[in-house]
């Protein structure tokens, strides 16, 4: 414990340190502060009182100005200082004083002086000189050889002569400008409202603003300067009137001290680096007594570290090192523990959910939720992930590599679920069986987005491994009722017996009643998605059936935003891939065009009109990028040809191949490229139309429609047909009637 190096080490470090921060911080402080930042604030109190100076004398010119102009050019003026007094020309004198006060708010007041009958005509009436309140001023004009400009500050007595007194800057024009032979026009402006219009340009709280006559005596006596040094002064002499403007930085004392700094700042610097190497001696020591404390407490308690063993150590570190590395090594045991505890936690929570047993628990769900991060008002949407062929891949992989297998699965679905930035919680609940929770606080597009994401997984695991998936999606709802969102994705994808392995299977396909309605839009949308596909003109016909079989059948907005996610979700699974062009259309533009439709509409109407307008962009764009595509004219010329031969029971590529000199394989590359779909799908699909159409319009017999449909065997027709459409022919023509 003698041999305390890390004291030393830290004192000798933090001192250079220290000493350098101190020096430039003194050096940037004095040097920009006092030398930048003092000289910038004078110059810039000078370029203001030149502006006010300048604003001040320009606002005084145009009054002048107009009145001159008035005095040369107003004849109505003229005519009243010429002619005997008459109440018309009284009247038209005074509008003319009214309009002077109106056009410059500065003006206190305004009269004329009549010298002809020495009467005064101010706004409200017209009197003899003797009996005018400001009389005074009208005398002193008359006595002066010469017009001068503005006055200083005096003060002038109101319209009466009880009226209290203004203090006013004045202005006596002669009439005519040179003789003054008619009379006077009187000008007077409040000394209150040149001092607003300075306040008006500065603040206050900053800068000091005062006007002198050419005597040198204040317009504002209110307004004190505090300081009497002239450097954070600023004066501007006005040509025109002769005032002196002076305006002063509020600055206080440090501003002065800023200023006139010298010895006082060289004081501070050397008291803050004494100050500085004192406080570094003292935090140095105080923050090593911890650690001193820490040795003694080791030295203590340790039974396996013997004292005799630090006497070859340099320093005390090697004592706490051998104390901290048995430490870590329990540390990583109980470490392993706990992420065995937190795996059966998790574990145990999930199934929680799942049974729901936390609906009536609700302070044991408030805990977990707060240890799992989940906020209040979470939405939770179940999936089933479940390995199609189980008992085969059992067969075919010993038990080792169905573990790898369900790791890679369960690794992929973590990874698809991080790139989309997507809260899930994943189990195993069966052997075959995967269940996935979607968690978001947003619950808009919570279905949607699990779809996608359900699709990504399912597409993957079909290319790279080899075996495939199915996946049953519930729908959403909050914590209470994640049992039900669950129970509907078990149901969903126990339904793949019926409706087909490696695919994904809604709540929406499966509910009770889709054999009905909810088939139908099913179907009308998978029509739209197919001719918007193809670029065909029906796609707008199915999809006007599907708005007005929602409005009649008055579906609710939850059924409809449900719906109208599942044909964004078929849209954007049919155009992928198809064209880097319309591609980047879609999750550039269109896709968010038809979320934020359906978001910002009220009514049907307005949904069904904003979905038509975004659609056929996209049908113009594909026509647009068709008509420009290799071998387009050719299989236009090819579909029209399997649209008319369709239910000829030899058509295949072959026969396509012989009559149009193309060979097969190339033939089926066009038609998944061109198309959409490889040839026997566009086939059936032709097929399954028309047959559908056959069942609803005629009697006839399955025997006999599968002959006119193509097909040479019933039992044959009658598989695919299933197979395509989700029910028995018969059955389908059941649910028409």
């Not at 004292?307 to 570190?317: I, M, R």
């Not at 359906?598 to 764009?621: C, G, H, N, W």
Request: hydrophobic fraction near 40%; aromatic fraction near 10%; include cysteine.
């Amino acid at each position: 414990m003698k041999n305390n190096t890390y004291i030393k080490r830290m004192m000798f470090s933090y001192l250079p340190i220290l000493f350098l921060t101190i020096s430039v911080l003194i050096f940037i402080f004095i040097t920009i502060l006092n030398e930048l930042n003092v000289r910038n604030a004078i110059q810039a109190n000078k370029v203001t009182t030149e502006y006010i100076s300048n604003m001040m004398d320009n606002s005084l010119k145009t009054i002048d100005t107009d009145a001159r102009k008035l005095i040369d050019t107003n004849m109505d003026l003229q005519a009243f200082l010429d002619s005997p007094s008459d109440r018309l020309l009284n009247y038209a004198a005074s509008n003319i004083l009214s309009d002077m006060m109106v056009q410059h708010n500065f003006i206190d007041s305004v009269y004329f002086y009549r010298a002809k009958d020495k009467q005064v005509l101010d706004q409200s009436k017209i009197r003899p000189l003797d009996e005018f309140p400001d009389r005074s001023y009208i005398t002193e004009l008359l006595n002066q050889p010469y017009s001068s400009n503005w006055s200083s500050p005096r003060f002038k007595k109101g319209s009466y002569e009880e009226d209290l007194t203004i203090k006013v800057i004045s202005l006596g024009r002669k009439i005519p400008i040179n003789t003054g032979s008619l009379g006077y026009m009187v000008i007077n402006v409040k000394v209150d409202a040149l001092s607003k219009f300075i306040d008006e340009m500065i603040d206050r709280n900053l800068t000091n603003a005062q006007i002198y006559d050419d005597q040198h005596v204040p317009f504002l006596p209110e307004v004190a300067f505090a300081s009497s040094n002239k450097g954070v002064h600023a004066e501007v002499v006005s040509d025109y009137t002769g005032w002196t403007y002076q305006t002063e930085i509020k600055g206080g004392k440090l501003y002065s001290i800023l200023l006139n700094g010298g010895l006082f700042w060289i004081f501070s610097i050397l008291c803050a680096i004494l100050l500085a190497v004192g406080s570094t001696f003292y935090v140095t020591r105080r923050n090593y007594k911890p650690i001193e404390a820490i040795l003694h407490r080791i030295d203590r308690f340790s039974t396996t570290i013997k004292p005799a063993d630090l006497k070859n150590d340099k320093n005390e570190f090697a004592f706490i090192d051998q104390a901290i590395e048995r430490l870590i090594t329990n540390n990583m045991a109980f470490q392993e523990k706990q992420q065995e505890d937190l795996t059966i936690r998790r574990q145990q929570f999930l199934q929680s959910l799942l049974n729901g047993e936390y609906e009536a628990e609700k302070e044991i769900w408030v805990q977990e939720r707060e240890h799992y991060a989940l906020r209040e008002g979470t939405r939770f949407i179940a999936a089933i992930l479940e390995m199609d062929h189980y008992v085969q891949f059992c067969l075919k992989y010993n038990q080792k590599d169905q573990s790898l297998f369900k790791f890679v699965v369960n690794s992929v679905v973590v990874e698809f679920a991080e790139q989309h930035k997507h809260q899930i919680m994943i189990e195993w609940i069966a052997k075959n069986r995967l269940v996935i929770l979607h968690m978001s606080e947003e619950e808009q597009d919570l279905e949607h987005n699990l779809l996608k994401l359900a699709e990504q997984i399912r597409s993957w695991i079909a290319d790279q491994l080899d075996f495939t998936v199915t996946i049953g999606i519930g729908t959403a709802t909050d914590a209470g009722n994640i049992i039900r969102s669950f129970q509907e994705a078990t149901h969903a994808v126990n339904r793949k017996v019926t409706l087909g392995i490696n695919q994904i299977i809604d709540t929406i396909e499966v509910q009770e009643g889709t054999s009905s309605e909810w088939f139908t839009y099913l179907q009308w949308i998978q029509a739209v998605v197919r001719q918007v596909r193809q670029a065909e003109s029906g796609w707008l016909d199915h999809l006007v059936n599907l708005f007005q079989e929602m409005r009649t059948q008055g579906l609710s907005k939850e059924d409809i935003d449900r719906l109208l996610h599942y044909l964004i979700f078929q849209m954007e699974r049919e155009l992928e891939g198809i064209m880097p062009e319309i591609d980047k259309h879609w999750h550039s533009s269109m896709k968010s065009d038809l979320l934020l439709g359906l978001e910002q509409s009220d009514t049907l109407d307005q949904i069904e009109a904003s979905y038509r307008q975004t659609i056929e962009k996209m049908v113009e764009q594909l026509l647009e990028l068709s008509q420009n595509r290799r071998h387009h004219v050719l299989m236009k010329e090819i579909r029209s040809f399997v649209a008319e031969n369709f239910t000829d029971p030899n058509l295949s590529l072959t026969l396509l191949s012989d009559r149009f000199q193309v060979n097969s394989k190339y033939l089926s590359q066009l038609f998944k490229e061109e198309i959409g779909e490889n040839f026997s799908d566009f086939l059936i699909t032709l097929r399954m139309e028309y047959a559908k159409k056959l069942l609803i319009e005629t009697k006839e017999n399955v025997q006999d429609i599968s002959e006119r449909t193509g097909y040479t065997s019933s039992i044959s027709f009658s598989r695919v047909f299933k197979k395509w459409v989700g029910m028995s022919p018969g059955q389908y023509r059941e649910s028409q009637q």
